[in-house]
C-alpha cells in the first residue's frame, strides 16, 4: 500500500496509493455525492464530506483537512502515519475556524485510531493532539466525552513514548488543579469505555478478523487490556473523594465477575501486574470494596508472592503489604501455614530469583504483619526464616550481584534487629531466641563473609552500624530494662566473636583471604565510617612551620632530623595514639573494650605462629594489627615472652634510645622491627606500615632521636623517604624548611647517580617522582631553593634523553614526565618572571645546547630532545602573560656564536659536492674534497642538523606567539633571520646527501612532525631572502644552492623581486667562485636584459683573455660558465632566438685557443692526472659546444664542425686513459660532458631530415656515419664495458651513478651497423648451440650478462643495446631450419631462443624464487628501488622483453619451435608466477580526470611503459610498470601457451588469473585485436575480413566459384585466457564433414597457435586453398598444413601412397613405438 513506483495491471489508470486514490475522489466535483470514510451512514460523525459546499455543515471541514482524515482511515501504516504527521502540522497552519470544523470528525478518528495496532501511528495521534489542543483550547469542550475514555486509555499505554505524548497533551489542555474537575465531568462515560475493554471486548470484536492476523489481534487485545486497568487505577488517583463513591455501583459490577479475577493468573506479565496495581488503587481510595471482597482479594495477592517475573513482582510485593493493612482478618481466607509460607520460603530461598532489591525491601513490613497465631512458635520460625535468608544470600545470583546481595544484608540485619527488640524480656524463651538468632544466624552471616570478600563491605558496614545502635541504647536512662538487655546481647556477641576470630587463626587450614577478612572486620568495628570510604583519601599536602613553631628548633640546627615533626594539627599536644584514637574516634567503651582485648589476643596469637613457624601469612596480619591499633598495651603483649637480657638490639650502643627503654614501642622497634628489617623479612611496605605505628606511639622528642638513628642505617633515608610518603598519604604534616631543603638535595643525589646501575630503579624512581611532585606543588616558595630547580633540572634532563641512553622503562618516564611538567608549572608561577641567573632555564638551555653539540644523537633521541622542548615552550606561553623574559634568557643560551656555527658546518661532509657537479648545478675549477664512506654506516645526525632544528623549533614557537617583533632580534649575535637561514642550509644539504645517507629520509620526517618546514620559515621572516643572498654572495656553493631554492619557491609563492637583491649585474663583478654559484642559481629567474648584459660583458672578457687568464675564474674560465648559464634555455622570453652571433663569435674564441694556447684543452692521451683548472676549463667549453649544436647547427660552417667533431674524438681518446669510478669529481664531470656531447651529436644526425641536411654542410652526415661514428664508439664501447665490469667490486656512489647513465645514454645510440660490426674482443662459451655468426653470438655473450649487474643504468642501456639486434637474429635460425626441412629429417625439431639470454633468465630464476618463496601468487610485493632484490627483478624482466621481441619478430615457424621450448622448459610458467607477485593489485593510473573516466579508466596495461635510462623519479614504480608491460606482451605475443598454463593451475590461481586479466587486460588487448584486423593492410584472395569491435566478433566470408562460406570468430570476455569460438555462417557447396572439419581446424589455427586472428585466418585459408588445388590432407591430423610448423604433407607410405606430414609421423612413431603406416599398417619405410 502506499506505493508509488509499483507495476500496475494492463488498463489500470487509476493510481495504486491511497492517497492518490483520494485526491482524485475530492477533485471529481459533482460526481460522487458522498465518501462515507468512517461510519455507516452520513448523519454519523465519522462521514467526511468528499464535496466542498455539500451540505451546510461540511462546508466547515476545508479540503485538505478532509484528504488527510481520510488517509487515516487507510490499513496501510505508513499512509496513516504520514496522514497524522501531515494533520499536525496543517493544525499549525490552518485557521482556527478551519481547525474548529473538523472536531467532529476528529474526535470519531481519535478514538479509533489511538488503539492502531503500530506503535509510531499511537504516538504521532497524540503529539498531532496535542497541537490541536494548543489551538482548539476551550472549543474542544463539547466532544470531551467522546475522547476522554481513550485519552485516559493513551496515558496508560504499554510503549511509553506514546504515554508521555498523550500526558504532555493532556497537561496542556487541563492545568493540575483542573484535571480532577475533567475527569469527574466525564467519569460515567469513561468508565463505560474501560469496562467494556476489560470485560467485553475480544481480539475478534476488537480488530477485523477478515484483515489483520491473529498474532496481530491478539497483541493488540492484550495491550488494550493492560492499560484499561491501569486506566481505571488512574482514573481512582485523579477522582475527587466524593466522586469515587458515585462510581461504587459500577466497581461492585465489575469486582462481581470471575473474569476480572482470573486477571491475577493470566498468562501476560503485563495484566498480571495491571491487574496488582488496580488492587493496590482500590486498596487505597475504595477500601470498603477491598474488604467486601475479601475472599477473593486475599487469596489472589498472597498466594501469588512467588511471582518473580520482573514485571510483576514488585506490583505483587506491594499489594501484598496493602492488602493485610487494608484488611484486618485476611489470615484467615487463606492458609498460611500450606499456602503462604512455603512459597515465602521458596522466594528466600532462591535470593529473590534476581529480584531481591524488588523483594526484600518488603520483607520487614511484611513480616511484621503476621500474626503471632501464624507464626506459632517463633524460635522454629525464626530459624526456618533466617536460615531461609542466609541460603538466599549463598545463591549465585546474590553472589555475582553487588546490589542484590546489598539488598539481602540490609533486610537481613532489619529483620533480625526487628526480631530482637521485639523479644528483649529477660524470659527463658526470649533469651534463647536471641541467643540463638546471635549465635546461630548473626555470627554464622559473619563467618560466611570472612570467606567472600565481595560481601565484606557491606555485611562489616550494616553490622557495625547495629552495634552502635545498640550500643546507643545501653545508655538510655528512660527504659533500664532494654539497657540491660542490649548490654547481654552485645556481651554475647563479642564472645561468640572473639571464639569465631581466635578459631579461624589458629587453625591449620586458615588462608590469606579468612585473615585479610577478620583485618576488615576489625577495622570497620574500630571505624564504622572507614571502610565504607576506603576509596575516598584525603589530600595530601606538606606545608612549612610557622615561624612561631619552629624559633624553638633554630637555635639547635644540626645534620638530624629532629626537624621532621610528626603528628596531626589537632594532636600536637598528645603525647600517644592512644589519646588522639579515642578523641578521633569517639566510640563507646562497650566497644572499644572488647574490640582491644580481642585485638590483643590476636596480636599475641600471631607473635606466636611468627616465633615458632615463620610464617609469612600471620607476619602480614599483625602489620594490619599493629597499623590499626597502635597502643603501649599491644607491644606490652608483643614482647611478653622475650627476656630483655637476651633481646638482640639494633642501638644497643646508644645511651639515648637506651634511655628510652621503658616505652614498650620502642623496644619493640629495636629489639624486634629493625631486626626483621635487616633480615629483609618481608615486604618493606609492611614493615614501613609497622615503623609508622612505633612512632605514633612515642612522643616528640623520642621520634626526633628514632629517626635520627633510623637515618643513619643502610637504607635509612629509603625508610625515612617511605615515612614522610606515608605521612603525606595519610594526614597533613609539618616539616620544617631546612629539612625540606635536605630531603631534595637527597633526590637530587639520587636520580644524578647512573640509573641503569641501581638495584631499585623502579620503586626509587617512584618515591622520588612522588615526593618530589608533592614537595613542587604544596611547599610554599620550595622552587625558590636552588636545590628545587637543580632538582627539576636534572629530571628534565632524564626526561628529554632517549631510553636507550637512561635505560628508563616507559612507566618511569611517564613518572618523570608528569613531575617535571608540574614542577615547571609550579616554578613559573612561583617566580612570576624574577629567575636566578644560574637557574633552571638557563641550565636547560646550556645542556641542550651542549646535546646538539657536542653528543651524537640518532633520530630517536633527537626527537625526544625536540619533544621536550616543545612541552618546555608551550608551558611557557601557557603558564606565562608575558614570557618575554623567560624566552630571551632562553634562547641567548641556545644561539651559537659565528665562530661556532662555522664550526658546525665545516663539520657537515662535502660530498654533496659531487652530485652538485655532475648535475651542472656548480662549476668548479678546483678539487671537490670528499669525506670518507663512514657516513654511508652512520645513523647519527650532523651536529649542525641537530642545532638547527632546536633552534627553529623554538624560533617558530615564539613567532608565532607574538612574543618578537618580526625584525627584532632575538640574540645579541645573530637575527631571527639568520637562524631560520641555518635551518634552510641544513635542509639544502639534506636534500642533496638524501641519496648518500638513509638516515636523512628520518630527519626529514621528524622536521615534518614538528612542522619545520621551508613554507613556515618564509612565512616568520620576511627578510630571509636577503640573508640568504649576501650569504651566497659571500660563500657560495651550498649557500648558492639554499638561496636558489629559496629564490625560485618565493617567486612563485610571494613573487618576490630579484631585482630588489642585486640592483644591477655590477653587483656580480668581478667574478668570484661565490658570485659564479650564485649567477648559477638564479640564473632561470634573471631578467632578460641583465641575461643580455651579462653575456655581453663575459663574451668580451673571453675575447681578451689570454695565457693563465683563460683558466681563472675572473677570466675565461667565469666568463664562459657565466655564458652557459645564461644561455641555458638558449630563447628568450619573446620568443625570438638570441642572437645567433653571440655563439659564433665565442666559438672562434675557443678555436683561437686552439691554435694559440693548445695546452689547455686536453688533448694529449698520456695525460694521467690533468689539473683541475684545465678540467674546470674544458667541461665549460664542452657545456658550450653542447648548447650550440642543441640551438644552432645550422649556423656552424664545415671548418667550425670539423673542429668540433675532432675535438670530441680526441677528447674520446684523453677520456678513456683516465676515467675510472673511482676517479675525482672533476673528471668524471669532464668524461659526462664528453659522453654528453656524443649522445647530443648521435641523435642530431639520427633526427635528420632531407630539409635540415640542406641547412648543413654538404658532406657531413656522410662524414658522420662513415668516419666518426666508428672512431667514436669503436673507443666508447669498450670504455662503457670497463667501467661496467668495475660496478662488481666498487661501492656505487652518487656520482658513479651519473658517469655510467651519461656512459650508457651514449652508448645506447649506437648504430646497429656499428654494432653488427664491432671489434670487441671475440668471447665464446664452451657447448653452447647456435646458428648465429661469430660477432654477434661473441657480443651476445659479452652484453647479456652484464643484464646480471647490480647497476641500473648498466642494465638500461645493455638492454636498449640488445634491442636493436633482437629482431635480426631470427633470420638465421629461420635459415637453419629451411636446410633442416630440406635434408629429410623425420624428427621433431628442437631450437632454443638465444642462449646468452636464456642463461641470464635461469640464473635470475633462482633469486626470485629466493625472494619469492613463500609469498603465494596473486599477492603484491612491493619492491625497494636499489635493492639486491630490484637488479634481480630488472635484470630478469628485462632479459624476458628481448626475448620476448625475438619471439615477435620471428617468423611463425620459428614461433612455434621457440614456444615449445618455452613451454618444455617451464621458464615462462615461472615468468607468469612471478609476475603475479610484482603486478599490482589496482594499476588504476591515479589522478584521473573526468573526462579521462568516462572515456575508460586509463591503467598500467593502456598505457605504454618506455624504458630510460635518467627515470630515477619514478623508480618506486618501474618493476609494477615492468612487470605489468611483461604480462601484456605475453599474452599478445604468446596467448596460446598462456591459456595452456592457466588451464593448468590450481583452482586459486587460475582464479586469480582469471579475475585481474578480465578486469584489466581483456578489454584493452581484444580492442587492439580487433583494431588491427581493422587497420591491416593484408588482402586475401576469395576472402573478405571484417570487425566488429562492439560484439568483439571477426566475420571472414570465403568464396571459389559456386562455393561460399562465412565465419564469426568471438572473442571470449577474458580473452586470451578463454577460448575463441569459431562459428557457421552461411554455406554452400561443402560437405556437412568437410564443413566440420574446417571449422575444427579454424579453431585449432586460433587457439593453438601463438599469432593473432590475421595470422590463424591466413593460415587456415592457405589450408583451404590447397584442398581446392588437389593437395591431400595428412591423414593423421587430417589438415594440409601443419599446425604448428606450416608445412605440407610431403612423406608419403610406398603402399597405400599416401602423404603425411613429418612432425606428425615423428609423433605418430614415438607415441605408437611402432614403424607401421598410420593408414595401411604396413611397415613405412
Given at each position: 500500500m502506499g506505493g508509488k513506483n509499483k507495476q500496475r495491471t494492463k488498463g489500470n489508470v487509476q493510481p495504486s496509493s491511497s492517497g492518490k486514490a483520494a485526491e482524485l475522489l475530492a477533485k471529481d466535483k459533482g460526481t460522487v455525492p458522498g465518501f462515507i470514510g468512517f461510519g455507516a451512514s452520513q448523519n454519523e460523525l465519522g462521514y467526511v464530506p468528499a464535496v466542498q459546499g455539500f451540505e451546510e455543515v461540511d462546508s466547515l471541514v476545508d479540503a485538505d483537512f478532509r484528504l488527510v482524515l481520510r488517509k487515516m482511515s487507510k490499513r496501510d501504516t505508513t499512509t496513516k502515519l504520514k496522514a497524522v504527521q501531515e494533520f499536525g502540522t496543517m493544525c499549525k497552519e490552518k485557521h482556527l475556524e478551519n481547525i474548529k470544523g473538523v472536531l467532529p470528525y476528529w474526535s470519531r478518528i481519535y478514538c479509533k485510531i489511538s488503539l492502531d495496532h503500530d506503535r509510531r501511528v499511537r504516538e504521532a495521534v497524540q503529539q498531532a493532539f496535542e497541537i490541536l489542543v494548543l489551538q482548539v483550547k476551550r472549543n474542544l469542550a463539547p466532544y470531551l466525552k467522546i475522547i476522554m475514555g481513550h485519552w485516559l486509555v493513551a496515558q496508560c499505554d504499554t510503549y511509553n513514548p506514546a504515554a508521555s505524548a498523550a500526558k504532555v497533551a493532556f497537561q496542556v489542555a487541563f492545568p493540575l488543579n483542573k484535571q480532577p474537575e475533567a475527569v469527574a465531568f466525564c467519569k460515567e462515560e469513561i468508565m463505560n469505555i474501560i469496562y467494556d475493554f476489560i470485560m467485553k471486548e475480544t481480539p475478534e470484536t476488537l480488530s477485523d478478523p477478515q484483515s489483520v492476523p491473529e498474532e496481530e489481534r491478539e497483541e493488540k487485545y492484550l495491550r488494550v487490556v493492560t492499560s484499561s486497568l491501569l486506566a481505571l487505577k488512574k482514573l481512582l488517583d485523579l477522582l475527587p473523594e466524593n466522586e469515587n463513591i458515585v462510581l461504587k455501583s459500577r466497581l461492585m459490577e465489575l469486582l462481581s465477575q470471575s473474569k476480572f479475577w482470573k486477571y491475577s493468573k493470566h498468562k501476560t506479565p503485563q495484566i498480571r501486574s495491571a491487574f496488582f496495581e488496580l488492587i493496590i488503587g482500590f486498596c487505597q481510595y475504595l477500601p470498603e470494596l477491598m474488604k467486601f471482597e475479601a475472599a477473593r482479594v486475599c487469596p489472589a495477592v498472597l498466594l501469588n508472592i512467588d511471582d518473580m517475573d520482573p514485571v510483576v513482582c514488585p506490583s505483587v510485593w506491594t499489594a501484598a503489604?496493602?492488602?493485610?493493612?487494608?484488611?484486618?482478618?485476611?489470615?484467615?481466607?487463606?492458609?498460611?501455614?500450606?499456602?503462604?509460607?512455603?512459597?515465602?520460603?521458596?522466594?528466600?530461598?532462591?535470593?529473590?530469583?534476581?529480584?531481591?532489591?524488588?523483594?526484600?525491601?518488603?520483607?520487614?513490613?511484611?513480616?511484621?504483619?503476621?500474626?503471632?497465631?501464624?507464626?506459632?512458635?517463633?524460635?522454629?520460625?525464626?530459624?526456618?526464616?533466617?536460615?531461609?535468608?542466609?541460603?538466599?544470600?549463598?545463591?549465585?545470583?546474590?553472589?555475582?550481584?553487588?546490589?542484590?546481595?546489598?539488598?539481602?544484608?540490609?533486610?537481613?540485619?532489619?529483620?533480625?534487629?526487628?526480631?530482637?527488640?521485639?523479644?528483649?524480656?529477660?524470659?527463658?524463651?526470649?533469651?534463647?531466641?536471641?541467643?540463638?538468632?546471635?549465635?546461630?544466624?548473626?555470627?554464622?552471616?559473619?563467618?560466611?563473609?570472612?570467606?567472600?570478600?565481595?560481601?565484606?563491605?557491606?555485611?562489616?558496614?550494616?553490622?557495625?552500624?547495629?552495634?552502635?545502635?545498640?550500643?546507643?541504647?545501653?545508655?538510655?536512662?528512660?527504659?533500664?530494662?532494654?539497657?540491660?538487655?542490649?548490654?547481654?546481647?552485645?556481651?554475647?556477641?563479642?564472645?561468640?566473636?572473639?571464639?569465631?576470630?581466635?578459631?579461624?587463626?589458629?587453625?591449620?587450614?586458615?588462608?590469606?583471604?579468612?585473615?585479610?577478612?577478620?583485618?576488615?572486620?576489625?577495622?570497620?568495628?574500630?571505624?564504622?565510617?572507614?571502610?565504607?570510604?576506603?576509596?575516598?583519601?584525603?589530600?595530601?599536602?606538606?606545608?612549612?612551620?610557622?615561624?612561631?613553631?619552629?624559633?624553638?628548633?633554630?637555635?639547635?640546627?644540626?645534620?638530624?632530623?629532629?626537624?621532621?615533626?610528626?603528628?596531626?594539627?589537632?594532636?600536637?599536644?598528645?603525647?600517644?595514639?592512644?589519646?588522639?584514637?579515642?578523641?578521633?574516634?569517639?566510640?563507646?567503651?562497650?566497644?572499644?573494650?572488647?574490640?582491644?582485648?580481642?585485638?590483643?589476643?590476636?596480636?599475641?596469637?600471631?607473635?606466636?605462629?611468627?616465633?615458632?613457624?615463620?610464617?609469612?601469612?600471620?607476619?602480614?596480619?599483625?602489620?594490619?594489627?599493629?597499623?590499626?591499633?597502635?597502643?603501649?598495651?599491644?607491644?606490652?603483649?608483643?614482647?611478653?615472652?622475650?627476656?630483655?637480657?637476651?633481646?638482640?638490639?639494633?642501638?644497643?650502643?646508644?645511651?639515648?634510645?637506651?634511655?628510652?627503654?621503658?616505652?614498650?614501642?620502642?623496644?619493640?622497634?629495636?629489639?624486634?622491627?629493625?631486626?626483621?628489617?635487616?633480615?629483609?623479612?618481608?615486604?618493606?611496605?609492611?614493615?614501613?606500615?609497622?615503623?609508622?605505628?612505633?612512632?605514633?606511639?612515642?612522643?616528640?622528642?623520642?621520634?626526633?632521636?628514632?629517626?635520627?638513628?633510623?637515618?643513619?642505617?643502610?637504607?635509612?633515608?629509603?625508610?625515612?623517604?617511605?615515612?614522610?610518603?606515608?605521612?603525606?598519604?595519610?594526614?597533613?604534616?609539618?616539616?620544617?624548611?631546612?629539612?625540606?631543603?635536605?630531603?631534595?638535595?637527597?633526590?637530587?643525589?639520587?636520580?644524578?647517580?647512573?640509573?641503569?646501575?641501581?638495584?631499585?630503579?623502579?620503586?626509587?624512581?617512584?618515591?622520588?617522582?612522588?615526593?618530589?611532585?608533592?614537595?613542587?606543588?604544596?611547599?610554599?616558595?620550595?622552587?625558590?631553593?636552588?636545590?628545587?630547580?637543580?632538582?627539576?633540572?636534572?629530571?628534565?634532563?632524564?626526561?628529554?634523553?632517549?631510553?636507550?641512553?637512561?635505560?628508563?622503562?616507559?612507566?618511569?618516564?611517564?613518572?618523570?614526565?608528569?613531575?617535571?611538567?608540574?614542577?615547571?608549572?609550579?616554578?613559573?608561577?612561583?617566580?612570576?618572571?624574577?629567575?636566578?641567573?644560574?637557574?633552571?632555564?638557563?641550565?636547560?638551555?646550556?645542556?641542550?645546547?651542549?646535546?646538539?653539540?657536542?653528543?651524537?644523537?640518532?633520530?630517536?633521541?633527537?626527537?625526544?630532545?625536540?619533544?621536550?622542548?616543545?612541552?618546555?615552550?608551550?608551558?611557557?606561553?601557557?603558564?606565562?602573560?608575558?614570557?618575554?623574559?623567560?624566552?630571551?634568557?632562553?634562547?641567548?643560551?641556545?644561539?651559537?656564536?659565528?665562530?661556532?656555527?662555522?664550526?658546525?658546518?665545516?663539520?657537515?661532509?662535502?660530498?654533496?659536492?659531487?652530485?652538485?657537479?655532475?648535475?651542472?648545478?656548480?662549476?668548479?675549477?678546483?678539487?671537490?674534497?670528499?669525506?670518507?664512506?663512514?657516513?654511508?654506516?652512520?645513523?647519527?645526525?650532523?651536529?649542525?642538523?641537530?642545532?638547527?632544528?632546536?633552534?627553529?623549533?623554538?624560533?617558530?614557537?615564539?613567532?608565532?606567539?607574538?612574543?618578537?617583533?618580526?625584525?627584532?632580534?632575538?640574540?645579541?649575535?645573530?637575527?631571527?633571520?639568520?637562524?631560520?637561514?641555518?635551518?634552510?642550509?641544513?635542509?639544502?644539504?639534506?636534500?642533496?646527501?638524501?641519496?648518500?645517507?638513509?638516515?636523512?629520509?628520518?630527519?626529514?620526517?621528524?622536521?615534518?612532525?614538528?612542522?619545520?618546514?621551508?613554507?613556515r620559515l618564509m612565512k616568520a621572516c620576511s627578510t630571509l631572502s636577503e640573508t640568504l643572498f649576501s650569504r651566497s654572495l659571500h660563500s657560495g656553493l651550498l649557500w648558492a644552492l639554499t638561496a636558489s631554492q629559496f629564490i625560485t619557491r618565493t617567486k612563485v609563492i610571494n613573487g618576490c623581486d630579484l631585482k630588489q637583491l642585486y640592483i644591477t649585474v655590477d653587483r656580480f663583478f668581478p667574478l668570484t667562485e661565490a658570485c659564479l654559484h650564485t649567477i648559477q642559481g638564479i640564473a632561470p629567474s634573471l631578467l632578460q636584459e641583465d641575461k643580455n648584459l651579462l653575456v655581453t660583458w663575459c663574451a668580451a672578457k673571453l675575447s681578451t683573455s689570454k695565457g693563465t687568464d683563460i683558466t681563472s675564474i675572473n677570466g675565461g674560465f667565469g666568463s664562459l660558465v657565466v655564458i652557459n648559464s645564461c644561455l641555458q634555455n638558449g630563447i628568450n622570453v619573446e620568443g625570438r632566438h638570441i642572437d645567433g652571433q653571440l655563439f659564433i663569435d665565442v666559438l672562434n674564441t675557443v678555436m683561437e685557443w686552439r691554435n694559440y694556447e693548445e695546452e689547455i684543452f686536453l688533448f694529449d692521451c698520456n695525460l694521467k692526472c690533468p689539473e683541475s683548472t684545465l678540467l674546470g676549463i674544458n667541461v665549460e667549453i664542452l657545456r658550450f659546444l653542447r648548447l650550440l649544436i642543441k640551438h644552432l647547427p645550422t649556423s656552424v660552417t664545415s671548418e667550425q664542425w670539423d673542429f668540433i667533431m675532432c675535438s670530441v674524438l680526441t677528447w674520446l681518446e684523453t677520456m678513456s686513459e683516465i676515467v675510472s669510478l673511482t676517479s675525482k669529481p672533476l673528471v668524471l664531470h669532464f668524461v659526462c660532458q664528453i659522453c654528453g656531447m656524443l649522445s647530443d651529436l648521435g641523435r642530431m644526425f639520427q633526427a635528420i631530415t632531407p630539409e635540415i641536411s640542406t641547412t648543413l654542410p654538404a658532406n657531413l652526415p656522410n662524414e658522420w656515419n662513415n668516419f666518426f661514428v666508428e672512431g667514436a664508439y669503436g673507443q666508447l664501447l669498450p670504455l662503457f664495458l670497463k667501467i661496467a665490469a668495475e660496478c662488481k667490486e666498487t661501492i656505487l656512489l652518487p656520482s658513479s651513478m651519473c658517469l655510467l647513465t651519461a656512459l650508457g645514454e651514449a652508448s645506447a645510440l649506437v648504430p646497429l651497423k656499428q654494432l653488427m660490426n664491432h671489434s670487441l674482443p671475440h668471447k665464446f662459451i664452451a657447448g653452447q648451440k647456435t646458428n648465429l655468426p661469430d660477432k654477434l653470438q661473441s657480443i651476445l655473450n659479452t652484453l647479456a650478462p652484464l643484464l646480471l649487474c647490480k647497476a641500473r643504468p648498466v642494465q638500461i642501456t645493455i638492454y636498449l643495446i640488445l634491442h636493436k639486434l633482437m629482431s635480426e637474429l631470427p633470420a638465421f635460425d629461420n635459415e637453419h631450419l629451411k636446410s633442416y626441412d630440406d635434408n629429410g629429417n623425420d624428427e621433431e625439431y628442437v631450437l632454443s631462443p638465444p642462449a646468452a639470454l636464456m642463461s641470464v633468465i635461469d640464473i635470475r630464476e633462482e633469486d626470485l624464487e629466493n625472494i619469492f618463496y613463500d609469498i603465494p601468487v596473486g599477492q603484491y610485493t612491493d619492491i625497494k628501488p636499489l635493492s639486491e632484490a630490484y637488479y634481480s627483478i630488472l635484470g630478469y624482466l628485462l632479459a624476458w622483453k628481448l626475448l620476448l621481441i625475438f619471439f615477435k619478430a620471428s617468423p611463425s615457424e620459428l614461433r612455434a619451435i621457440y614456444a615449445t621450448y618455452l613451454r618444455k622448459s617451464k621458464c615462462l610458467h615461472k615468468l607468469l608466477q612471478h609476475l603475479f607477485r610484482l603486478m599490482p593489485e589496482n594499476p588504476t593510473i591515479s589522478g584521473q580526470s573526468a573526462d579521462s573516466a568516462s572515456k575508460g579508466q586509463r591503467t598500467l596495461f593502456s598505457e605504454k611503459h618506455a624504458i630510460l635510462l635518467k627515470e630515477t623519479q619514478t623508480l618506486n614504480t618501474e618493476i609494477p610498470k615492468l612487470a605489468c608491460a611483461m604480462y601484456y606482451s605475453v599474452l599478445e605475443d604468446l596467448p596460446a601457451t598462456v591459456r595452456l598454463w592457466w588451464n593448468n593451475q590450481d583452482k586459486r590461481v587460475s582464479s586469480t588469473v582469471d579475475k585481474y586479466t578480465r578486469k584489466y587486460v581483456s578489454s584493452v588487448l581484444s580492442s587492439q585485436e580487433i583494431s588491427a584486423v581493422q587497420t591491416s593492410t593484408q588482402s586475401f584472395k576469395s576472402m573478405v575480413v571484417k570487425a566488429r569491435p562492439v560484439a568483439r566478433e571477426v566475420l571472414a566470408t570465403y568464396s571459389v566459384d559456386d562455393i561460399f562460406i562465412e565465419l564469426v570468430i568471438q572473442l571470449p570476455t577474458n580473452y586470451p585466457l578463454g577460448s575463441i569460438t569459431v562459428e557457421s555462417g552461411k554455406r554452400v557447396g561443402v560437405a556437412v564433414q568437410q564443413w566440420r572439419n574446417w571449422m575444427l581446424q579454424l579453431n585449432t589455427f586460433l587457439n593453438l597457435q601463438n599469432g593473432s586472428i590475421m595470422e590463424g585466418l591466413a593460415l587456415w585459408k592457405s589450408n583451404v586453398d590447397k584442398r581446392f588445388e588437389g593437395t591431400e590432407e595428412c591423414m593423421i591430423c587430417f589438415s594440409v598444413i601443419h599446425g604448428s610448423n606450416y608445412s605440407l604433407p610431403k612423406k608419403a607410405c610406398r603402399t597405400c601412397k599416401k602423404k603425411f606430414h613429418s612432425a606428425c609421423l615423428y609423433r605418430w612413431f614415438t607415441s605408437s613405438n611402432k614403424s607401421s603406416c598410420p593408414l595401411c599398417r604396413e611397415t613405412f619405410f
Open positions: 503489604l496493602y492488602v493485610p493493612t487494608c484488611i484486618e482478618n485476611c489470615w484467615v481466607h487463606v492458609n498460611a501455614r500450606k499456602g503462604v509460607l512455603p512459597k515465602l520460603w521458596t522466594v528466600l530461598k532462591e535470593g529473590g530469583r534476581g529480584l531481591a532489591t524488588s523483594v526484600y525491601p518488603s520483607l520487614l513490613p511484611f513480616v511484621s504483619k503476621i500474626p503471632e497465631e501464624v507464626i506459632g512458635s517463633k524460635i522454629e520460625f525464626f530459624a526456618v526464616f533466617f536460615n531461609n535468608f542466609r541460603k538466599g544470600l549463598q545463591s549465585e545470583r546474590a553472589l555475582m550481584s553487588c546490589t542484590e546481595s546489598s539488598a539481602i544484608v540490609s533486610a537481613f540485619m532489619e529483620c533480625i534487629c526487628f526480631t530482637l527488640h521485639q523479644n528483649l524480656r529477660n524470659t527463658e524463651d526470649h533469651q534463647k531466641l536471641q541467643q540463638m538468632l546471635i549465635s546461630e544466624q548473626l555470627l554464622p552471616l559473619v563467618n560466611f563473609a570472612l570467606k567472600n570478600p565481595r560481601l565484606q563491605s557491606d555485611i562489616f558496614s550494616k553490622l557495625s552500624d547495629t552495634l552502635a545502635s545498640w550500643e546507643r541504647r545501653t545508655d538510655n536512662p528512660d527504659i533500664e530494662e532494654w539497657a540491660v538487655a542490649y548490654d547481654r546481647l552485645l556481651s554475647e556477641f563479642w564472645k561468640v566473636l572473639s571464639q569465631v576470630c581466635i578459631s579461624h587463626l589458629g587453625s591449620k587450614e586458615v588462608d590469606k583471604n579468612i585473615l585479610e577478612g577478620i583485618s576488615s572486620l576489625l577495622r570497620c568495628m574500630r571505624n564504622p565510617k572507614g571502610i565504607t570510604k576506603q576509596s575516598v583519601k584525603k589530600k595530601s599536602k606538606i606545608r612549612f612551620i610557622d615561624q612561631e613553631e619552629i624559633q624553638s628548633y633554630e637555635s639547635n640546627a644540626t645534620n638530624h632530623l629532629e626537624e621532621l615533626i610528626f603528628g596531626t594539627k589537632d594532636a600536637l599536644e598528645s603525647e600517644n595514639l592512644e589519646d588522639t584514637l579515642r578523641q578521633y574516634q569517639g566510640s563507646h567503651p562497650a566497644r572499644t573494650v572488647p574490640l582491644e582485648a580481642l585485638n590483643c589476643e590476636l596480636a599475641k596469637l600471631s607473635m606466636t605462629f611468627i616465633n615458632e613457624q615463620n610464617s609469612e601469612m600471620h607476619f602480614v596480619f599483625l602489620t594490619t594489627l599493629i597499623s590499626s591499633f597502635p597502643s603501649t598495651k599491644l607491644f606490652t603483649i608483643l614482647l611478653e615472652n622475650d627476656k630483655p637480657e637476651s633481646a638482640e638490639s639494633v642501638f644497643e650502643t646508644n645511651n639515648e634510645v637506651k634511655a628510652m627503654a621503658s616505652n614498650p614501642a620502642v623496644r619493640f622497634l629495636t629489639q624486634k622491627l629493625l631486626v626483621w628489617v635487616k633480615e629483609d623479612k618481608t615486604d618493606l611496605i609492611f614493615l614501613i606500615d609497622m615503623l609508622y605505628s612505633v612512632l605514633h606511639c612515642c612522643d616528640n622528642n623520642e621520634r626526633k632521636i628514632l629517626l635520627n638513628q633510623i637515618s643513619q642505617l643502610d637504607q635509612g633515608w629509603l625508610l625515612v623517604f617511605h615515612i614522610v610518603q606515608k605521612a603525606c598519604l595519610d594526614q597533613e604534616f609539618l616539616i620544617a624548611e631546612l629539612y625540606v631543603e635536605r630531603i631534595i638535595d637527597r633526590l637530587h643525589n639520587a636520580l644524578s647517580k647512573d640509573l641503569s646501575k641501581t638495584q631499585v630503579v623502579e620503586p626509587l624512581l617512584s618515591f622520588v617522582c612522588d615526593l618530589a611532585s608533592n614537595f613542587f606543588c604544596s611547599v610554599k616558595e620550595c622552587l625558590q631553593m636552588s636545590s628545587a630547580e637543580d632538582l627539576l633540572s636534572t629530571i628534565f634532563q632524564l626526561c628529554a634523553q632517549s631510553q636507550e641512553k637512561t635505560h628508563l622503562s616507559d612507566a618511569n618516564l611517564q613518572k618523570l614526565q608528569q613531575t617535571w611538567s608540574l614542577g615547571l608549572t609550579s616554578l613559573i608561577k612561583q617566580q612570576d618572571g624574577n629567575f636566578r641567573k644560574c637557574g633552571f632555564f638557563h641550565c636547560s638551555a646550556t645542556w641542550l645546547k651542549t646535546q646538539v653539540r657536542a653528543s651524537t644523537l640518532d633520530v630517536k633521541s633527537l626527537q625526544v630532545l625536540l619533544t621536550c622542548t616543545s612541552t618546555l615552550l608551550d608551558k611557557l606561553k601557557a603558564a606565562q602573560s608575558s614570557p618575554h623574559g623567560y624566552l630571551i634568557t632562553f634562547i641567548e643560551c641556545l644561539v651559537p656564536n659565528s665562530t661556532e656555527w662555522e664550526d658546525l658546518r665545516q663539520k657537515l661532509t662535502p660530498q654533496w659536492l659531487s652530485k652538485v657537479l655532475l648535475m651542472e648545478q656548480l662549476s668548479l675549477n678546483r678539487d671537490a674534497l670528499c669525506a670518507g664512506a663512514d657516513i654511508f654506516s652512520s645513523n647519527k645526525i650532523p651536529t649542525h642538523l641537530c642545532t638547527t632544528a632546536l633552534l627553529n623549533l623554538v624560533l617558530l614557537h615564539l613567532l608565532e606567539a607574538n612574543v618578537f617583533n618580526e625584525q627584532e632580534e632575538i640574540h645579541t649575535v645573530m637575527s631571527t633571520s639568520e637562524i631560520a637561514a641555518e635551518m634552510l642550509y641544513s635542509l639544502q644539504w639534506c636534500e642533496e646527501m638524501q641519496d648518500i645517507c638513509p638516515t636523512i629520509s628520518k630527519y626529514h620526517e621528524l622536521l615534518l612532525q614538528f612542522d619545520i618546514t621551508r613554507d
